[in-house]
């Protein structure tokens, strides 16, 4: 079956509460954020990647941090993994990454790509919420297991914890597996999940009763 007709487009399921009056706050963010040095990430970037995407959309999605390409181009999600999550969006959701607002946890690529510290995470932290605040989302899909444990401060892994929705700052959040981790282990069953509980979730954001999952 065709993954776009299982899970169904969420086109219209997110609509714009903030009318033709909405002034996006990403400017600021970004000149408060200047040439950070606020952690040891700074030795070593390219580039600060800070978040790319419409900052008038409903649905956030947030990463751990950025890799090698990522770092060389100031962008997240743009090597394999970030052309992986772009079949996510397009083919499952039936969204353009131009579609829905995309960052990291950290802003800095850890060195090797190891995971980032929890002093790092905090360093960023502050403007992770600014970002928050700015684009309003009305749901989060997080990426992956460092994502997850950073934002909420848990030991819990993201086997355990995909596909159960949490709030974070008062925001409806979904963790599911990083687009890496399903390069490396296709599973068809891991991406459909992903659409069918954030279509739930934006009906309820709605204020819709959510109707039972579509079955396969």
Not at 36 to 44: N, P, T
Not at 83 to 93: E, W
Not at 97 to 113: A, D
Not at 139 to 146: A, I, K, R
């Amino acid at each position: 079956k065709s993954l776009v007709l299982l899970t169904g487009d969420i086109h219209g399921l997110f609509p714009d509460s903030r009318g033709g009056g909405f002034v996006p706050l990403e400017p600021a963010i970004r000149s408060e954020l200047g040439d950070c040095q606020r952690c040891g990430l700074c030795s070593a970037r390219r580039n600060i990647v800070f978040g790319v995407g419409d900052p008038r959309s409903s649905l956030m999605v947030i990463g751990e941090g950025p890799g090698a390409s990522e770092d060389r181009e100031g962008k997240p999600f743009v090597g394999r993994a970030g052309q992986m999550l772009d079949k996510m969006l397009l083919h499952v959701l039936g969204l353009e990454r131009s579609e829905v607002y995309i960052l990291n946890v950290v802003k800095c690529r850890p060195p090797k790509n190891r995971n980032p510290l929890p002093e790092e995470v905090e360093a960023c932290r502050p403007f992770l919420e600014s970002q928050l605040q700015a684009v309003q989302p009305k749901l989060m899909l997080v990426l992956g297991g460092v994502a997850f444990k950073a934002l909420f401060q848990t030991p819990q892994g993201i086997t355990r914890a995909r596909g159960t929705w949490r709030s974070y700052a008062g925001i409806p959040a979904l963790p599911t597996f990083h687009p890496a981790y399903l390069l490396r282990n296709p599973a068809e069953d891991v991406v459909v999940d992903v659409p069918r509980r954030v279509q739930l979730g934006a009906r309820r954001s709605n204020g819709a009763q959510a109707p039972p999952p579509p079955q396969p």
